[in-house]
């Protein structure tokens, strides 16, 4: 199954808009997460011939505003779009996604969107003193899963477990932001190493941050790839 990478801190050529938050094309119709601004994905699609056209489902990994912020303009674009959520989200984020003529739909444990395509379920953690919600994509494949993250603020290493035991398989690759980047080289030399046991694969971007990209080269070797906006993977 295709991934693109819409938008990301980085990019494969000039000319392609990046900055702080994520946005990935899922098998051309799923979009997971918006960036932080329209504009942004809205031009990148046009450089990369994807068309948003063909979006019908948005999946919203967590509220922050750098995953958030090119909703409204998708949603101008495509009114009635099904955007995933979960159940912990503010009552005003789902009364803007309402207000802007979505439908929100609350994801739950192993939620199916599409042929082999599942949201994983609300993962609740304390964030900067806030309780945040956060959720993730699941491909199921005959024999593993690929597990896309956006920020992953509940850790990866909980993560990969959680999908691993809710789908009875092993999570062979794991592509998105980890966020690592406000985190001691100790800690995240210890959560590569615990992945190393169970991932066969890393695709980092967004909030992995260098250091950690650095670590996760050192364990995975070329099993270890940085997603700029522009890329495409199969999964």
């Given at each position: 199954?295709?991934?693109?990478?819409?938008?990301?801190?980085?990019?494969?050529?000039?000319?392609?808009?990046?900055?702080?938050?994520?946005?990935?094309?899922?098998?051309?119709?799923?979009?997971?997460?918006?960036?932080?601004?329209?504009?942004?994905?809205?031009?990148?699609?046009?450089?990369?011939?994807?068309?948003?056209?063909?979006?019908?489902?948005?999946?919203?990994?967590?509220?922050?505003?750098?995953?958030?912020?090119?909703?409204?303009?998708?949603?101008?674009?495509?009114?009635?779009?099904?955007?995933?959520?979960?159940?912990?989200?503010?009552?005003?984020?789902?009364?803007?996604?309402?207000?802007?003529?979505?439908?929100?739909?609350?994801?739950?444990?192993?939620?199916?969107?599409?042929?082999?395509?599942?949201?994983?379920?609300?993962?609740?953690?304390?964030?900067?003193?806030?309780g945040l919600s956060e959720q993730m994509l699941v491909i199921?494949?005959?024999?593993?899963?690929?597990?896309?993250?956006?920020?992953c603020h509940p850790g990866i290493v909980n993560i990969v477990?959680?999908?691993?035991?809710?789908?009875?398989?092993?999570?062979?690759?794991?592509?998105?932001?980890?966020?690592?980047?406000?985190?001691?080289?100790?800690?995240?030399?210890?959560?590569?190493?615990?992945?190393?046991?169970?991932?066969?694969?890393?695709?980092?971007?967004h909030c992995t941050g260098h250091d950690a990209q650095e670590?996760?080269?050192?364990?995975?070797?070329?099993?270890?790839?940085?997603?700029?906006?522009?890329?495409?993977?199969?999964?």
């Amino acid at each position: 199954m295709k991934l693109q990478v819409l938008f990301d801190r980085e990019a494969v050529k000039e000319g392609l808009n990046t900055g702080w938050g994520l946005s990935f094309i899922l098998d051309s119709h799923i979009l997971f997460d918006t960036g932080e601004k329209f504009e942004y994905i809205r031009d990148n699609a046009a450089a990369l011939n994807v068309d948003l056209n063909l979006v019908d489902t948005v999946v919203i990994s967590h509220e922050h505003w750098d995953h958030i912020n090119g909703l409204w303009g998708i949603l101008q674009m495509r009114k009635g779009m099904k955007v995933y959520g979960c159940p912990g989200m503010s009552k005003e984020f789902i009364d803007k996604v309402h207000e802007a003529g979505g439908t929100f739909e609350e994801a739950g444990l192993k939620t199916q969107i599409a042929d082999r395509v599942f949201i994983l379920g609300e993962n609740r953690v304390i964030y900067k003193g806030k309780g945040l919600s956060e959720q993730m994509l699941v491909i199921e494949n005959d024999t593993d899963l690929s597990l896309i993250c956006a920020c992953c603020h509940p850790g990866i290493v909980n993560i990969v477990h959680k999908a691993a035991n809710v789908f009875g398989k092993k999570v062979a690759v794991v592509a998105g932001g980890m966020h690592m980047i406000d985190k001691d080289q100790r800690f995240n030399r210890y959560s590569i190493s615990e992945m190393k046991m169970f991932v066969d694969k890393v695709y980092s971007s967004h909030c992995t941050g260098h250091d950690a990209q650095e670590i996760l080269k050192e364990f995975y070797g070329d099993k270890a790839d940085v997603l700029k906006t522009g890329m495409e993977i199969e999964l």
